[in-house]
T-cell receptor, first 116, second 111 residues
Framework: EAQVTQNPRYLITVTGKKLTVTCSQNMNHEYMSWYRQDPGLGLRQIYY???????DKGDVPEGYKVSRKEKRNFPLILESPSPNQTSLYFC???????????????FGPGTRLTVL | LAKTTQPISMDSYEGQEVNITCSHN???????ITWYQQFPSQGPRFIIQ???TKVTNEVASLFIPADRKSSTLSLPRVSLSDTAVYYC????????????FGTGTQLKVEL
């Protein structure tokens, strides 16, 4: 089954304790990205990756890191989490970036993170 | 960067047609218009995408006027299960491949 998976789905942690949220897709997609969703603010893009070893900042990259060592994986790293990073996080992938009639984004199930 | 504007919320009843309009005055020549649907605690799901005129699939229709400064998502005969947030999204060619979702339109369908 074609899908985007995220782990963990739920995570409660404390300020300053490094964490990684994994994202994996099995569709051989080139483009992957991370979003956070907060009440009243919609979905905001954190980082995106055009392909292996190519990453770039989205709208809210502060406090986050990413890597793209393999095409299928795009982990989100919080080196020193803070309470303002408490949010619902989504990973997404698509065949490629840019305008294309068949270029829909496939989203993962989400990771709900709470930083105390 | 082109920005989209949608109504914050809309209410409807089962069986009615719902039209959600999105404004994008600064849309670029090569940008596509895409709509997503999101249920609570789930990731958004692609609904429809278009460039100009009208696009129709099994779920919805998308109407885009000639100037492309707005678009309208049309959901025929909605049901309770169509209650969700609907996002209008521009696939930007000049924005460094960043994707920008707005706050979406919360559609509530009642009996």
């Amino acid at each position: 089954e074609a899908q985007v998976t995220q782990n963990p789905r739920y995570l409660i942690t404390v300020t300053g304790k490094k964490l990684t949220v994994t994202c994996s897709q099995n569709m051989n997609h080139e483009y992957m990205s991370w979003y956070r969703q907060d009440p009243g603010l919609g979905l905001r893009q954190i980082y995106y990756s055009m392909n292996v070893e190519v990453t770039d900042k989205g709208d809210v990259p502060e406090g986050y890191k990413v890597s793209r060592k393999e095409k299928r994986n795009f982990p989100l790293i919080l080196e020193s989490p803070s309470p303002n990073q408490t949010s619902l996080y989504f990973c997404a992938s698509s065949i490629r970036a840019g305008p294309d009639p068949n270029n829909e984004q496939f989203f993962g199930p989400g990771t709900r993170l709470t930083v105390l | 960067l082109a920005k989209t504007t949608q109504p914050i919320s809309m209410d409807s009843y089962e069986g009615q047609e719902v039209n959600i309009t999105c404004s994008h005055n600064n849309i670029a020549t090569n940008d596509y218009i895409t709509w997503y649907q999101q249920f609570p605690s789930q990731g958004p799901r692609f609904i429809i995408q278009g460039y100009k005129t009208k696009v129709t699939n099994e779920v919805a229709s998308l109407f885009i006027p000639a100037d492309r400064k707005s678009s309208t998502l049309s959901l025929p005969r909605v049901s309770l299960s169509d209650t969700a947030v609907y996002y209008c999204l521009l696939i930007l060619t000049g924005g460094g491949n960043k994707l920008t979702f707005g706050t979406g339109t919360q559609l509530k369908v009642e009996l």
